[in-house]
């Protein structure tokens, strides 16, 4: 079992930046891979970025390039999400998860989930 807490969430206007945290607790393991997903009222559940745990393999949603930057430290078992030059649109309750694959950017694989953190953008 893994246990993740997500903060770092809050109402940030456009064009402004957030740091959001996930620390990691339980079985972790170092082939593991962090994924942030975001989920906005009335939408489904997205993704925005994963990085590995033993590498520096990192992968995004489109929409993230360039915007935003996930990284890990691994001697708090905390992975970050960075996120800079925010929009209306990126206003959703954030969430970190956990899968043991090795790269993946479907909610339905990875198991283990945070209970989320509110971004809110004002224009």
């Known amino acids: 079992q893994v246990q993740l807490v997500e903060s770092g969430g809050g109402l940030v206007q456009a064009g402004g930046s957030l740091r959001l945290s996930c620390a990691a607790s339980?079985?972790?393991?170092?082939?593991?891979?962090m994924g942030w997903f975001r989920q906005a009222p009335g939408k489904e559940r997205e993704f925005v970025a994963a990085?590995?745990?033993?590498?520096?393999?990192?992968s995004y949603a489109d929409y993230a390039k360039g915007r935003f930057t996930i990284s890990r430290d691994n001697a708090k078992n905390t992975v970050y999400l960075e996120m800079n030059n925010l929009k209306p649109e990126d206003t959703a309750v954030y969430y970190c998860?956990?899968?043991?694959?090795?790269?993946?950017?479907?909610?339905?694989?990875?198991?283990?989930w945070g209970q989320g953190t509110q971004v809110t953008v004002s224009s």
């Open positions: 339980g079985r972790t393991s170092s082939s593991y891979t």
């Open positions: 998860a956990v899968t043991s694959l090795i790269q993946s950017s479907s909610r339905y694989e990875y198991p283990y």
């Open positions: 990085i590995r745990w033993s590498s520096s393999y990192t």
